[in-house]
């Protein structure tokens, strides 16, 4: 069974917040479940589906009650943790259940405070006490795979902190964004060394915040008031180091997701108009350019170099709200903001400085777990219809 057209998204909303010290994690998610309700002009009554991952207070079956929904018309609850790409996955598995008929109007709520509070625990994997004696942290593995990316094949800093400054160059016209200022691959390679060879700036932001969507039927979506977009394609997949057996931190579970995305689809990489990519580093998204298919292997740093990334100047306009690199990355998972930017593109509703003229169809994708070692990925084309 296909997907393609099966479902719309018919309402999104990103918390403006970035510092919460006032509000609980659950009230988050209910702030931005109103939201995405709001804008889609429907009634908290009308949710049958629900969709949450570990970010969640509880887990889903607390969130149901807290967030007030119809207990006796909900009949579809999901609580897939895959990290930062849950929320892709969850669209793909929304549509996978309105397809079905197990549900006609799907909520998908994500929330956070890693300023305020605890970060959410890893799932660690059964490997995880092999690799804690060496003191593995995020930052030092993705570290190591823009350290064999660079011996491999010849990708520098400064290629890396184009995607820094292409991200930076769109913040400054999101008001929310918590780092707005434009900056250069001089300031990305004077800043701080974390994890050699990332400098600070090839880090993401740490951020409070959330976001939700409404994913229905094309019957509902075409009644409401909302410019329609439409999924039609979607893939997700897993890597892991498989106790070092053929390693590779070259490429991640996106070498699978994409082209199972783009298939289903009907289109290749050469249609994107826009693309949401995580980045939850720079090297996340040089990775994912690659293995997505917009540039062959390796090629991924001529690729992003001298402003290829920006919008009304580059071939491939990507995060143009900011990212994770500037604007918004709540908890440990950015794949929420992606979609929510991506259907902005596609309704025509992101800032005119950043609008992409003629966005019909926009791809967005996110990785959950650490590159270097176990992860998942996911992947979803959206139409303007």
Request: include cysteine; hydrophobic fraction near 40%; proline fraction near 5%.
């Given at each position: 069974?296909?997907?393609?057209?099966?479902?719309?998204?018919?309402?999104?909303?990103?918390?403006?917040?970035?510092?919460?010290?006032?509000?609980?994690?659950?009230?988050?998610?209910?702030?931005?479940?109103?939201?995405?309700?709001?804008?889609?002009?429907?009634?908290?009554?009308?949710?049958?589906?629900?969709?949450?991952?570990?970010?969640?207070?509880?887990?889903?079956?607390?969130?149901?009650?807290?967030?007030?929904?119809?207990?006796?018309?909900?009949?579809?609850?999901?609580?897939?943790?895959?990290?930062?790409?849950?929320?892709?996955?969850?669209?793909?598995?929304?549509?996978?259940?309105?397809?079905?008929?197990?549900?006609?109007?799907?909520?998908?709520?994500?929330a956070g405070k890693p300023r305020t509070g605890a970060m959410p625990p890893r799932a660690a994997g059964a490997e995880a006490d092999f690799e804690s004696a060496y003191g593995a942290t995020t930052h030092n593995a993705y570290g190591m795979c823009a350290m064999r990316h660079m011996h491999d094949y010849g990708t520098t800093s400064e290629q890396l902190?184009?995607?820094?400054?292409?991200?930076?160059?769109?913040?400054?016209?999101?008001?929310?964004?918590?780092?707005?200022?434009?900056?250069?691959?001089?300031?990305?390679?004077?800043?701080?060394?974390?994890?050699?060879?990332?400098?600070?700036?090839?880090?993401?932001?740490?951020?409070?915040?959330?976001?939700?969507?409404?994913?229905?039927?094309?019957?509902?979506?075409?009644?409401?008031?909302?410019?329609?977009?439409?999924?039609?394609?979607?893939?997700?997949?897993?890597?892991?180091?498989?106790?070092?057996?053929?390693?590779?931190?070259?490429?991640?579970?996106?070498?699978?997701?994409?082209?199972?995305?783009?298939?289903?689809?009907?289109?290749?990489?050469?249609?994107?108009?826009?693309?949401?990519?995580?980045?939850?580093?720079?090297?996340?998204?040089?990775?994912?350019?690659?293995?997505?298919?917009?540039?062959?292997?390796?090629?991924?740093?001529?690729?992003?170099?001298?402003?290829?990334?920006?919008?009304?100047?580059?071939?491939?306009?990507?995060?143009?709200d900011g990212g994770g690199l500037c604007s918004n990355h709540p908890v440990n998972r950015g794949g929420m903001t992606k979609i929510i930017e991506a259907v902005r593109q596609l309704r025509g509703e992101a800032h005119p400085k950043v609008q992409v003229k003629n966005c019909d169809l926009a791809i967005a994708h996110g990785t959950g777990g650490l590159?270097?070692?176990?992860?998942?990925?996911?992947?979803?084309?959206?139409?303007?219809?």
């Open positions: 069974m296909t997907i393609k057209g099966k479902a719309y998204i018919a309402g999104i909303y990103e918390h403006p917040t970035r510092h919460a010290p006032d509000k609980s994690t659950a009230q988050l998610h209910a702030e931005v479940a109103k939201g995405a309700i709001e804008d889609a002009g429907i009634s908290k009554d009308d949710v049958d589906g629900y969709f949450c991952a570990g970010d969640a207070p509880g887990g889903a079956w607390p969130m149901v009650d807290y967030l007030g929904l119809n207990t006796k018309k909900l009949r579809h609850v999901d609580s897939t943790e895959t990290g930062g790409c849950s929320y892709i996955i969850h669209l793909g598995h929304a549509a996978e259940a309105i397809a079905a008929g197990k549900c006609s109007i799907a909520l998908v709520t994500l902190a184009w995607i820094k400054v292409a991200a930076s160059h769109h913040a400054q016209y999101n008001p929310h964004a918590m780092l707005k200022d434009v900056v250069t691959v001089e300031d990305v390679l004077n800043s701080p060394m974390i994890s050699d060879p990332l400098h600070r700036m090839d880090c993401c932001v740490v951020s409070d915040g959330g976001g939700a969507l409404i994913v229905t039927t094309p019957e509902i979506a075409r009644s409401l008031k909302k410019p329609l977009v439409r999924l039609i394609g979607h893939g997700e997949a897993m890597k892991g180091p498989r106790g070092g057996k053929d390693l590779d931190l070259t490429y991640s579970a996106g070498v699978w997701s994409g082209p199972r995305a783009f298939e289903e689809a009907g289109i290749t990489p050469k249609d994107i108009k826009y693309a949401s990519i995580y980045d939850s580093f720079t090297i996340t998204v040089l990775m994912q350019l690659e293995d997505l298919g917009f540039c062959k292997k390796g090629e991924g740093g001529k690729f992003v170099a001298d402003g290829n990334l920006i919008s009304g100047v580059g071939k491939l306009p990507f995060n143009t590159l270097g070692v176990r992860h998942a990925a996911s992947t979803a084309i959206l139409e303007r219809v």
